[in-house]
């Protein structure tokens, strides 16, 4: 099916209690393998484009591998701009067929992070795609944007209340003791904080820094209103692992498309494991029985 707008996925899924998985895709093969784990447990799967992946790609591959891969899915599928900061790349990106866009002003005072976003939220509805925004600055290194602990704020939920009353979004980005990469040592989530945001708001909330939080902060925080959680570092490491395990154990195949397949069986099966984890095995038919 054609790519489908954020919005209505992610309500469904903090309506019910679950979490749509977003995964920050790497190349045709791995997008390929996220729609399929996706299509296998009957899910719904944002596939995610970090700024720098645009780059070394381009707009159109990118748009293309993703309409091809949903293309003949039965399931719902949203090419989403994950972090981003340039207002003409985030045009360009709802222009080429993304059905969702962030912004990422986090690092700028309130009222013009909120400037910045208003900017954004126009564009997102000149285009009808949906949004996302960061209030709070989450630790860690996505992208080329590194975030040290010391600086990283925590969001308040009454500024995240006004931050989403104004912007109408999609998703909403906020700090809440995640951080993006490995974690050093036991993440201190605090869920207090997103059960506060969450009330507030009324808006699904985008965790970010999903690698290396257990089955148990999950399922935390998906009951006090996460709805989209971001899995990154945990792909790029099975990607070029299973590469590389499969020609230690095969030294002497030179077969690129079994290498590539084995690559490809193993991203799928790390995908279908947080799909399922977050609870979002059959969820595919509420969207689309609410989009009929
Ligand atoms: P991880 O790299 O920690 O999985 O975080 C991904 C993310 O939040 C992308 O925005």
Redesign the pocket.
Known sequence: MPLVNMKPLLRDAMENGYAVAAF?LVDYGSTKAMVKAAEELNAPVIC?TSAKTIKFYSHKEIVSWVRTAAEDSPVPVVLHL??CKDLEMIEACAKAGWTSIMIDASELPFEENLEMSKRVRDIADKYGVGMEAELGQ?M?V?DDMVVAEEESVLTDPEDAQKFCDALDLSAFACAVGT????YHGDPKVDFDRIEAINKLTKTPMAL?????LSDEVFRKAIERGAAKI?????LKHVFVESFVKYHMENPKDFEPLRVIDAQYQACKLLFSSFIAKFGGENRAPAYLSKAA
Do not use: V
């Not at 951080?179 to 490995?182: D, E, T, Y």
């Not at 970010?208 to 290396?212: A, S």
């Not at 971001?230 to 945990?234: K, Y």
């Open positions: 920050n995610q994950d972090h989450i860690g996505e951080a993006h990469g490995f970010h820094g999903g690698t290396g971001n899995i990154s570092t945990n």
